[in-house]
């Protein structure tokens, strides 16, 4: 079974619209971290926003905030306001076990495209 | 302060060669990741290095192989070229002391097997 989960392969929205990414994942760790990344066409993998398993509040940083319902196993990433710039491929990813202590290889998603139209 | 640097950009070997790959992490950074992105997929995770070791493994063949320098600074191989390593090679690094232990990426290295 997949451990990230993402089901739009791609997806069109009006400019200055609100967007919703979909990501589910899968583990029986307790402890673990998502994690969305945004990649340009350029290819470098752009950090945008963190959740922990353990955090109450949903994760915000500037127009990209992370819905995160843990019961669904459901971390989906929403953009307020789309830009033009904002068209690349997202990609979720989570790093299982702790946070601290060390960094671990993570697994992602198949990535969605998104594509902002003016 | 210069982010993760990776070299060469593009390459391009035929089947049965072997390529190394360089990677410089963030300022800061004492852990490097590599992964490798086939056209159209999510990066998959190789492994890891930190303080000179392997500290963890992906699923991928002996044929990949890494170091880590004393400047924290790292190398991958890849020994017996397959066509099905065509692809983009990202080097990540993090820092123990960062709170959410985020990867901050390179540009990445495009190899192609031919």
């Known amino acids: 079974a997949q451990k990230i989960t993402q089901t739009q392969p791609g997806m069109f929205v009006q400019e200055k619209e609100a967007v919703t990414l979909d990501c589910t994942y899968d583990t029986s760790d307790q402890s673990y971290g998502l994690f969305w990344y945004k990649q340009p066409s350029s290819g470098e993998m752009i950090f945008l926003i963190y959740q922990g398993s353990y955090d109450e509040q949903n994760a915000t940083e500037g127009r990209y905030s992370l819905n995160f319902q843990k019961a669904r196993k459901s971390a989906n990433l929403v953009i307020s306001a789309s830009q033009l710039g904002d068209s690349a491929m997202y990609f979720c990813a989570m790093r299982e076990g702790g946070s601290g202590g060390g960094a671990d290889g993570l697994t992602f998603g198949k990535g969605t495209h998104l594509i902002i139209q003016p | 302060d210069a982010g993760v640097t990776q070299s060469p950009t593009h390459l391009i070997k035929t089947r049965g060669q072997q390529v190394t790959l360089r990677c410089s992490p963030k300022s800061g950074h004492d852990t490097v990741s590599w992964y490798q992105q086939a056209l159209g997929q999510g990066p998959q995770f190789i492994f890891q290095y930190y303080e000179e070791e392997e500290r963890q493994r992906g699923n991928f063949p002996d044929r990949f192989s890494g170091h880590q320098f004393p400047n924290y600074s790292s190398e991958l191989n890849v020994n017996a070229l397959l066509l099905g390593d065509s692809a983009l090679y990202l080097c990540?690094?993090?820092?123990?002391?960062?709170?959410?232990?985020?990867?901050?990426f390179g540009p990445g290295t495009r190899l192609t097997v031919l």
């Open positions: 990540a690094s993090s820092g123990t002391r960062s709170y959410y232990n985020e990867q901050f």
